[in-house]
T-cell receptor
Framework: AQRVTQPEKLLSVFKGAPVELKCNYS??????LFWYVQYSRQRLQLLLR??SRESIKGFTADLNKGETSFHLKKPFAQEEDSAMYYC??????????????FGQGTILTVHP | DAGVTQSPTHLIKTRGQQVTLRCSPK?????VSWYQQALGQGPQFIFQ???????QRGNFPDRFSGHQFPNYSSELNVNALLLGDSALYLC????????????FGQGTRLTVV
């Protein structure tokens, strides 16, 4: 079974502070991990995926298979980063019919 | 490109009724997935359609059914509505090949009273 856990429902930081949103997963096979973001009154959108190894809007995330984690990090948070963040998992490879398993989400609030 | 579009945006139904939600995928996408998002929860996978067939299904009862049309658009049908079916229903589309990134619609908010 696939499971994604985001232990923090709410996370508050001040502008310019580092931020880390935690994500742990359990999956017996080889996973693809994603972070999705939902800004206020906008649709859910992909922020980044582990296979791309890229930094988007200053965010990075490293897949740690030993700790089964995929934490999202940003060294200097901005007010516009305030949003709901979801970690998601999908079976790697195979066909296109891979379901996404989401965590419960973390609401990030960046205070001025 | 309007992206993924869903209709209607809001819907109120009475317990026991049936409902149909609609989704048009992003241009160039041929795979459609449906998710249910209860208040305060992450989206939960209902099922996925490709080539007009249900390819994968989550842990939802048979009251939830779907359809995909030749133009790749899709419908989600829910029969015998329960109060617990009240949720935001999200449609996501993706291409069968390539990066397979899922694009989400704005969702349909279903309230069962």
């Amino acid at each position: 079974a696939q499971r994604v856990t985001q232990p923090e429902k709410l996370l508050s930081v001040f502008k310019g502070a580092p931020v880390e949103l935690k994500c742990n997963y359990s999956y017996s096979g080889s996973p693809e991990l994603f972070w999705y973001v939902q800004y206020s009154r906008q649709r859910l959108q992909l922020l980044l995926r582990h296979i791309s190894r890229e930094s988007i809007k200053g965010f990075t995330a490293d897949l740690n298979k030993g700790e089964t984690s995929f934490h999202l990090k940003k060294p200097f948070a901005q007010e516009e980063d305030s949003a709901m963040y979801y970690c998601a998992l999908r079976k790697a490879g195979g066909t296109s019919y891979g379901k996404l398993t989401f965590g419960q989400g973390t609401i990030l609030t960046v205070h001025p | 490109d309007a992206g993924v579009t869903q209709s209607p945006t809001h819907l109120i139904k009475t317990r026991g009724q049936q409902v149909t939600l609609r989704c048009s995928p992003k241009s160039g996408h041929d795979t459609v997935s449906w998710y249910q998002q209860a208040l305060g929860q992450g989206p939960q996978f209902i099922f996925q359609y490709y080539e007009e067939e249900e390819r994968q299904r989550g842990n939802f009862p048979d009251r939830f059914s779907g359809h995909q049309f030749p133009n790749y658009s899709s419908e989600l049908n829910v029969n015998a509505l329960l109060l617990g079916d009240s949720a935001l229903y999200l449609c996501a589309s993706s291409p069968h090949t390539g990066p397979r990134e899922a694009f989400f619609g704005q969702g349909t908010r279903l309230t069962v009273v």
